[in-house]
């Protein structure tokens, strides 16, 4: 089970942090990743990490703003959002896949557990 949340209102150029909790598996044996679906647009891939952490991967619009980590300790994938335009504003999901490598993934259909979402909103 993934619970998403830190989702909310924030003005253009501010920073926030979206947490996803994971509970029920061995959380480090998960490539982790945070996805976003805007109004009226399909979901896109946003950021992934793999099951260490050392492998990151970045959509092309959040690089160099945006930056995933985790914790596998606490079960839980954040992602820092840094200089947020207009254009972020939309449901944010984090996802799961296992995988016995260290690589990440882009694809939504490379993920197989999804959480609930969480609205952000950035204002111009």
């Known amino acids: 089970q993934l619970q998403a949340s830190g989702g909310g209102l924030v003005q253009a150029g501010g920073s926030l942090r979206l947490s996803c909790a994971a509970s029920g598996r061995t959380f480090s044996n998960y490539i982790m990743g945070w996805f976003r679906q805007a109004p009226g647009k399909e979901r896109e891939f946003v950021a992934s990490?793999?099951?260490?952490?050392?492998?990151?991967d970045y959509a092309d619009s959040v690089k160099g703003r945006f930056t995933i980590s985790r914790d596998n300790a606490k079960n839980t994938v954040y992602l820092q959002m840094h200089n947020m335009k207009p254009e972020d504003t939309a449901v944010y999901y984090c996802a799961a896949q296992f995988s016995f490598s260290s690589f990440t993934e882009v694809h939504t259909t490379s993920y197989s557990h999804w959480g609930q979402g969480t609205e952000l909103t950035v204002s111009s």
């Open positions: 990490i793999g099951r260490s952490g050392r492998s990151t």
